[in-house]
């Protein structure tokens, strides 16, 4: 499958990861929106949260996310899971935003 976040997460393409266990790899936005924001991705595909069929996958993902932010020391961040285009979501490999280091609005544009 053509997927490029897949690619990251088996190292097809060599990413810097500032995460990784067994399940999951988390790295820098290629496009960052905030002075910290990172990716979280499950290394088996699932093209949005739809599809996650789980609890173990949704509990992979999300509970990386509290250990990396303490490897980093943030305490206030936002993370963010654009599902369907219309809600913003470009890459179809489920991804969690984690941005942090500026304030942020709510509610989101
Ligand atoms: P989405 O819009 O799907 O919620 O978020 C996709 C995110 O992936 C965007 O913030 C974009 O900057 C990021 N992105 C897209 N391609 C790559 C890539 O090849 N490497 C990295 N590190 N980030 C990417
Ligand atoms: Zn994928």
Redesign the pocket.
């Given at each position: 499958m053509d997927c490029?976040f897949c690619k990251?997460a088996n190292k097809e393409?060599p990413?810097n990861l500032i995460y990784e266990d067994e399940n999951v790899a988390a790295?820098?936005?290629?496009?960052p929106?905030a002075p910290v924001?990172f990716?979280v991705i499950p290394k088996k595909h699932y093209a949005s949260l739809s599809e996650i069929d789980s609890k173990e996958a949704f509990g992979n993902i999300f509970s990386a996310i509290p250990k990396i932010t303490a490897k980093l020391g943030i305490k206030e961040y936002r993370t963010?899971v654009?599902t369907g285009a219309d809600a913003?979501?470009?890459?179809?490999h489920i991804?969690v935003?984690v941005m942090a280091g500026r304030k942020f609005n709510w509610p989101a544009g």
């Amino acid at each position: 499958m053509d997927c490029i976040f897949c690619k990251i997460a088996n190292k097809e393409i060599p990413t810097n990861l500032i995460y990784e266990d067994e399940n999951v790899a988390a790295f820098n936005d290629l496009n960052p929106q905030a002075p910290v924001h990172f990716l979280v991705i499950p290394k088996k595909h699932y093209a949005s949260l739809s599809e996650i069929d789980s609890k173990e996958a949704f509990g992979n993902i999300f509970s990386a996310i509290p250990k990396i932010t303490a490897k980093l020391g943030i305490k206030e961040y936002r993370t963010v899971v654009n599902t369907g285009a219309d809600a913003g979501q470009t890459v179809f490999h489920i991804h969690v935003h984690v941005m942090a280091g500026r304030k942020f609005n709510w509610p989101a544009g």
